[in-house]
């Protein structure tokens, strides 16, 4: 569907909507350490960009109408169109940061699942900010860009940058990851979501009192992403908030189990989850995988994808 404010002759002079796209991501490797003084985990979080995107478009708006945003595809409705999204406090903090006013209609088209474990929500962020740049024309550098982003979200940063990057401190702080060749995943989508502060809480319940390791990369992850090895990468995967995100929603395991069965390489949930997500040796196998998953009556639908997707790009 058109966005709203983005048929010929609407905008002012000089001000044309812009459009960014912006992937999903999955976590092949998220280490969750202790909890920070500022109520944040510590985290050795390897991210890798996936080819499920949303749209962000931002359309100019009249001096003094603030910033407002409509959402479609699926999910939606579950989607908040006040300060609530990450979006609209993108625009704003983006705004405020070259003293302008934040007059922008967003719009978001979303194909990434919605509180669906794959950074959606920070994606919309990413994808807000660079489409208001473009809109305003306010030329922000790109570390500049990369601050706001961090200050939005711990994800955020790597929505806009994409590829394959290793997070630490809450994982906003990034460092790029070298991959080989593309691998080919297949994503479940349940229904419904799971709150990541809840993920995170449950995470810490079941760990009680016992200490926590630092987390560090794993180096024989991060050879298998070099080599483009997606066997290795199957042995390695690894989510320390999964057992939280499965007690949270037991039919989960049904999903892990049915992705196992079908011949997938391996599976785990997607960061806090609901999405599963599913690593197959090639793009039929994922075509076959994403068929049976289907099949199984275990997830909403399977989606076959590949990895490193580009981060954020203007279209
Ligand atoms: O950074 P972001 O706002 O996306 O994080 C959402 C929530 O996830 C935080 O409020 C926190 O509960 C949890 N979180 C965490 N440690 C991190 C990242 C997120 O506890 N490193």
Redesign the pocket.
């Known amino acids: 569907a058109r966005a709203p404010g983005t048929s010929p002759g609407t905008a002012p002079e000089g001000e044309r909507a812009v459009t960014v796209r912006v992937p999903a991501k999955v976590n092949v490797q998220l280490a969750v350490g202790g909890?920070r003084p500022d109520?944040?985990?510590?985290?050795a979080n390897v991210f890798l960009a996936v080819g499920l995107y949303d749209h962000v478009t931002a359309a100019p708006a009249g001096p003094g109408a603030g910033c407002a945003v409509t959402c479609e595809g699926p999910g939606s409705d579950r989607v908040p169109l006040d300060r609530g999204n990450l979006a609209v406090r993108a625009a704003e903090l983006l705004a405020a940061h070259h003293g302008r006013a934040p007059d922008v209609r967003l719009h978001i088209a979303k194909d990434i699942p919605v509180a669906g474990g794959m950074a959606g929500g920070?994606a919309d962020a990413a994808g807000a900010l660079l489409a208001c740049d473009a809109l305003w024309g306010t030329a922000t550098p790109r570390h500049v860009l990369l601050e706001l982003c961090a200050r939005l979200?711990?994800?955020v940063p790597f929505s806009l940058v994409g590829g394959a990057a290793l997070g630490r401190g809450?994982?906003e702080l990034l460092t790029e990851v070298p991959v080989s060749g593309t691998f080919h995943w297949v994503f479940a989508l349940a229904d419904g979501g799971l709150s990541?502060?809840e993920v995170?809480?449950a995470c810490d319940r079941r760990r009680g009192a016992a200490p926590v390791p630092e987390p560090e990369p794993d180096p024989a992850l991060l050879a298998a992403l070099r080599e483009g090895d997606p066997r290795a990468l199957a042995a390695r995967l690894a989510n320390d908030l999964q057992p939280a995100a499965l007690a949270l929603r037991p039919s989960l395991a049904d999903t892990l189990a049915a992705g196992r069965a079908a011949g997938a390489l391996a599976g785990l949930v997607s960061g806090s989850g609901p999405t599963c997500a599913f690593l197959a040796a090639d793009a039929d196998a994922a075509a076959a995988l994403a068929a049976s998953l289907e099949a199984s009556g275990t997830c909403r639908a399977a989606r076959a994808t590949t990895a490193p997707a580009s981060g954020a790009v203007l279209r």
């Open positions: 909890v109520g944040f985990h510590d985290l920070s979200g711990s994800d809450r994982g990541t502060p995170y809480r």
